[in-house]
């Protein structure tokens, strides 16, 4: 069986899933992906896949910063991907196709400038997320940025017990597999990827970061 993405079990929580993410977080996650798209995005017309990039704040802004890009929005979740086709502007609906899918859906010859992944390698366990990062970094020009905004390792107590909510209430609303955030830097640095710029948030919580 080809790897999959958590799908339709983030249908459940697609029309709250932002609501509910503000209430908790504030704009720090939305802080955290702003700050990544500025340090990383290519200058010009870039050809970027955004992977599993939920109801599509993401896409505008990535729009609103480089007007000329060319993007795949690839997202395992049906309602998702509907709430993000409403996102974008009437103009640039040429610059973006949208695909129900994984990362077992892009063609082997596909190549992007750019790869952002907002919030989702945390959803895996160690071994499945090994295995997405291995076929994205497949998916990458020479070179190319790769922009995370993520959880990092909690420092507190209460930090500690806010991830370990979120994740008992993930588990059971849209089946995840992670239990606990997974080895998300040794992972990538495995594949000989180093972080060139870094931010935190949220009391260190919530870390923006450029790979390359």
């Known amino acids: 069986m080809p790897p999959t993405l958590p799908d339709s079990g983030f249908d459940r929580v697609a029309a709250f ?73 009437t103009g640039a609906a040429a610059q973006v196709e949208f695909r129900l899918g994984t990362e077992a859906t892009l063609d082997p010859a596909e190549r992007f400038e750019v790869i952002v992944t907002f919030f989702l390698l945390d959803l895996f366990e160690a071994g499945r997320l090994r295995r997405l ?43 995840i597999s992670a239990r606990s955030l997974p080895p998300i830097h040794q992972t990538m640095a495995s594949l000989g990827l180093r972080p060139v710029q870094e931010q935190r948030f949220f009391g260190g919580m919530v870390e923006a970061v450029v790979w390359q």
């Open 17 to 89: 899933y932002d609501p509910l993410a503000q209430l908790v977080y504030g704009r720090a996650l939305l802080a955290a992906q702003q700050a990544a798209l500025v340090a990383g995005l290519p200058a010009g017309a870039p050809r970027v896949l955004v992977i599993g990039g939920g109801t599509g704040w993401v896409l505008t802004e990535v729009l609103r910063q480089r007007p000329w890009a060319q993007v795949l929005y690839l997202e395992a979740s049906p309602r998702m991907l509907d709430r993000a086709r409403r996102q974008v502007p």
């Open 133 to 175: 990062v291995a076929r994205l970094h497949q998916a990458r020009q020479p070179n190319a940025p790769w922009l995370l905004a993520d959880f990092a390792a909690p420092r507190t107590w209460w930090q500690r017990g806010l991830l370990a909510a979120m994740y008992g209430f993930f588990r059971a609303t849209t089946g």
